[in-house]
């Protein structure tokens, strides 16, 4: 497999990772395990998951992803060696407390993530989402500390815009902190707007790596979604509709016509263009089926030509 460098973490990291959101959601512990295995066989190797997954589905509370990968790697000796572990602080766990990038939470919530995981350190610790209560000063003094302890390796960011990030370098810089090394942001052939231009750019400029969130859009860019009905094929439908638009139905056509050249998948394809996009380390995306890692691979060693790129980029202009 070959690797990517993740920013200026140090890491080295295949050119996708995959999401661990769909670990105690959309499949149970033994499918996990099943889907972890073939990961590790295949060489895909960086796995990305959250304190929060899966507290949104019922009977749950957070944690169920961590605790999963947790007993995954506590029953492959020698696994955890070749896994790099991204989880997250800051999401809303239901609890008075439980939320945000305080000093106080991330304290607490990195050794209920390490206890969880079965591990004595996170490869790459990712604030979640911004939290304009704490100044960027106390999260990242806080990241200092674990660092420093050798609790976490390097720190990233989830959902800032370009002025946050730049916010949060400058606050680094002032204070002598360390600096998020990575960003994730949503980026997918149909939702470009929010990376596309500044915060790429700064992305380059600081050599920040980019690891990206709803890379299939939910599973639209699967192909398999064209009208209302298709929805109540996945547990994700309600947030597949807003894709249901003819600027959304251009970019699929632009990928089954791409697909069909190269006898692969849509899915494929609009990962194998974000692999191909500037600034961008990896894709995350997640899977259910062991037919779904296989066609991870493929995106990975799909070559498109420079036609093809700017075939699909126009689709979604």
Known sequence: MILRSLGTTGLQIPPLVFGGNVFGWTIDEKQSFSLLDALLERGLTAIDTADVY????AGNKGGESETIIGKWLA?????REKITLFTKVGADLGEPGKKGLSARWIEKAVEDSLRRLQTDVIDLYFSHW?????????TLGAYDKLLK????RAIGASNLNAEQLAQSLKAADDHGLPRYQVLQPEYNLYDRESFEGELQA??????IGVVTYYSLASGFLSGKYR????LGQSQRGEGIAKYLNPRGFAIVDALETVAA?????????????????PGVTAPIASATKLSHIDGF???ISLNLSADEIALLTQAGA
């Open 227 to 230: 009208r209302e009905k298709d």
């Open 202 to 207: 700064l992305t380059q400029r600081e050599n």
């Open 54 to 57: 899966s507290a949104w589905v």
């Open 297 to 299: 691979v493929s995106a």
């Open 261 to 277: 050249n190269h006898n692969v998948k849509p899915a494929e394809v609009a990962l194998a263009w974000l692999i191909s996009r």
């Open 75 to 79: 029953s492959r000796p020698g696994s």
């Open 149 to 152: 302890a050798g609790k976490i």
């Open 130 to 138: 911004p939290d304009s209560e704490t100044p960027y000063e106390e």
